[in-house]
């Protein structure tokens, strides 16, 4: 068997000004690994089954990778 690869959840952003930067997270996020979309985080993807280890939201760059 493969060993669990890690990922993160991406959030999907949306312009709202009522946010502090001008920007609000949804609870809605995609794995990085495989792209599956879930409604919420959870702590292993249940589609590719890679261990989640953190949150990104979209607008930020990812370095390197
Ligand atoms: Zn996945």
Sequence with gaps: MMPAKNAYWIHDTVKDSNY??????????????CGYVSNYEKPVCPSCG???????????????E
């Design 20 to 33: 502090l930067n001008g920007v609000k997270v949804l609870p809605r996020c995609k794995c990085s690994n």
């Design 50 to 64: 890679a261990k989640i280890v953190g949150s990104k939201t979209a607008g930020e760059t990812e370095d390197g």
